[in-house]
Every structure is written in C-alpha cells, then in structure tokens.
C-alpha cells in the first residue's frame, strides 16, 4: 500500500505489509510503515520507520542523515571569519543564535573581551530571534492538525520582526551580523524606535495564538494528554529546550550559566515550564517564552538607550589565528541546548569544531515516546518536537 500523506513538516509515506504463509495458512505480520524521506519541497527529510500493530506503534525508528552536509568538516577548511556563514545555516530559523555561538567559542579562545554595546546588542538580537523562531511552530503546528488560520496571523507577526533584523544587518533569514569581537556595524539612525514599536505590536497581537488554537477544543483534544515525555527520558536522550521545560525539567542557560548579558537581565528572564510533558505543554511553553523574549527585547533596548555612544566590535588582524588549545562554549538557542567545542592548532582555522545541535538530541526521544501511541496521534507529536531538519543532520 501506498500513502501520501505529509506529516510532521512535509514528509511523504509509503507503507508495506508483508504477509507470511505457515503451514499453509497465511499469517499476517506487523507493518513496517516509512514516514518519509521523500518529498519534493520539502527544505530537508526525517524518516521514521514505524512498527505498527493494528493502529497502535509497537516500534520507531528515527533514521536521519538525508541531506547531511558535512559542516563539521568544512569548519576546518576555512578561517575563523568564514566558519560564521557555515554555522548559521543548520538551523535556519535561529541564524543569529547560531553565528553567535561560534563567534562567543572563538572568543573565548582568544581571552577577548567584546564591548558593552555589543553585548548588550547580541542579547536584544538573539531574543528577537528566538522569537521569530517560536512564531514559525506556533504557526505551523495548528496548520499541520488542519488549522490554517494561525499561520497567517504567525506570518504577520513575523514580518514586523523580519524587517527590523533585516534593517539592522542586510539580511532576511541569514544574517551574518555577529563578528569575532562584537557586530558587523553600529544601529542605523531611528532603529531602536522601529524595533520598539515592532515589539509592541507583535507582543499587543500574540492573544490571537491563545483565542485561535489555546481556545480551540479540537486542538486541546488533538494534544492534551498525547504524546507525554517524562523527565527521565529528557534527561536519557540529552532533550533540551522547551521540550524539556515543557515535561518539568527546569533547565535555561540564559539562568544557570548567564552568558551575554542575560545576568542583569534576571529580574526580567522567566524560566517558562510545565509539568504535563504533553503536545499541549510544549505549545504553552512556546508561546510563553515568545511573550518573554520580547519583554526581554524591550529591556535590552531600555538598556541601550542608556548606553554611551561607543564601539561594537574589536579591531582584529588581518590574518586571526586562534591560540593553540580547546574550549567549549554552550548557548541556550530557540531549540535547545547549542554546543561548539573548539581545538585550535594556532592556525588561522579550527584543527576541529564539533556542532552539538538542539533538534539532534531531541529527535531521538521519539524512539522512546511514538511506541504505544496510536498512528492518529504520531502527526501531533512529531510536529510538537518543533525541530528543524538541517539542524538534526548538520
């Protein structure tokens, strides 16, 4: 048999059902059932291997690796200012937040100390970008239960944070801002009253996602109850992010080991959690931590405006070359927990750089939760992990 469905972000199926004879009768066995990888506009592919029992999943498989594309390796072929455009890349939703590891890796290795200005500009950057990333799956996640409208209304959102991030750095999903050192520029003239009227709208417009899907009784009865993580199985597969705060597991970097300027920033910072572990926590979660990045957007912007006129980069030589050493800087990205360990040999390019990705780690937990569940409900779950394809396969 043969299903084209598109579940999970836009995947195609295909099923088969094999059919054993024993004694000369024939003996029906379980069917294997591939969700995906085929697809032609899809911007990446996960594949599921499905064990099915009836309409119940006695076992899955998550089997990625489809459009890996070595960035790993790559990292050690180019200099320390070329890594940033491979590293904004696996998860394109969160660009900012990626460059921004790198660069914080590479500085740390270098004993640089980045300007106030700039520290307080990565933070308002990175919050800004959490954002947009949370709006894309609160708009998404309705749309792949069969609600349309939420994505427009997410789209809209979007764009009103879209334009400030591409007025500030030139570019609209990859912005190559972040520089060893601080930024690629200054604000231009006006910007931080745009950002703070893009904030005001958005954050004045967000009780849309609470009366269209939090208020919807088929969503709740599409994800309440379904699809429950337990903590130990957070912490067996290294889940990280709002999945994790979503079963209980109160963990955020931007808390526990403040980096940028989130220290001074804690009195603003709310560790958004639930104790549930279901589809519909993960969504709760979502939203409330995009109401919390843009509170924390309108303190960076308070902030700055307190700020003296100042630099937002450091000079670098012409040619950067990295101490010989290793390091090991962490973020707390949209997704989840980002990790680069950096070894330098003292050249002017990384001897290794190893990516620990958010949506890798997290996407593992489906071997463990999809078992049991029905395959009604395996759409709702897997569009609740809120992952990005490129970011599991690197």
């Known amino acids: 048999m043969e299903d084209s469905t598109t579940p999970g972000g836009g995947t195609g199926a295909t099923g088969t059902a094999t059919v054993v004879g024993v004694g000369g009768a024939a003996e029906a066995t379980d069917m294997v059932l591939n969700i ?3 697809h032609p506009s899809t911007h990446g592919v996960l594949r599921l291997r ?7 999943i006695s076992r899955a498989e998550p089997i990625v690796g489809y459009m890996h594309r070595g960035a790993e390796k790559l990292f050690e072929a180019r200099d320390y200012r070329q890594i940033i455009v491979l590293a904004n890349r696996h998860d394109w939703l969160s660009a900012f937040s990626n460059e921004l590891g790198v660069v ?5 290795m270098l004993g640089m100390e980045v300007p106030e200005r700039a520290v307080w500009l990565r933070t308002l950057l990175a919050e800004l970008n959490r954002a947009l990333n949370h709006l894309m799956f609160l708009g998404s996640y309705p749309l792949e239960l069969g609600g349309i409208t939420p994505m427009f209304y997410a789209f809209t959102e979007r764009e009103d944070l879209q334009a400030v991030l591409e007025e500030v750095s030139g570019g609209r999903i990859h912005y190559m801002f972040n520089r060893v050192g601080g930024l690629k520029e200054d604000l231009p003239a006006g910007w931080t009253d745009r950002a703070r009227s893009a904030v005001a709208g958005v954050r004045g417009r967000l009780g849309r996602f609470d009366d269209l899907v939090l208020g919807n009784e088929i969503f709740r009865a599409r994800t309440r109850g379904v699809g429950v993580l337990s903590p130990e199985a957070v912490h067996a597969y290294g889940v990280s992010g709002p999945i994790a705060r979503a079963c209980g597991v109160d963990l955020d970097l931007r808390r526990d080991e403040p980096y940028l300027a989130y220290g001074e920033l804690a009195d603003t910072l709310r ?3 639930r104790t549930e572990g279901d589809c519909l926590a993960r969504f709760e979660v979502l939203l409330e931590q995009t109401r919390n990045s843009l509170e924390l957007a309108d303190a960076c912007l308070d902030r700055l405006a307190g ?22 800087a962490w973020t707390e990205n949209p997704l989840g927990l980002n990790g680069y360990y950096l070894v330098s040999k003292g050249e002017k390019t990384p001897y290794r750089l190893k990516l620990r990705s958010a949506s890798f780690n997290n996407i593992q937990a489906l071997e463990h939760l999809l078992p049991g569940t029905l395959v009604a409900d395996m759409v709702a779950i897997l569009g609740s992990f809120f992952f990005v394809v490129g970011d599991i396969d690197k």
């Open 50 to 56: 499905l064990v099915l029992d009836g309409e119940r």
């Open 104 to 108: 914080m890796a590479v500085e740390r």
């Open 36 to 38: 995906g990888p085929q």
């Open 307 to 328: 700020l003296p006129p100042g630099p937002v980069n450091q000079r670098l030589p012409k040619v950067l070359k990295a101490p010989e050493g290793e390091t090991y």
């Open 271 to 273: 560790v958004v959690t």
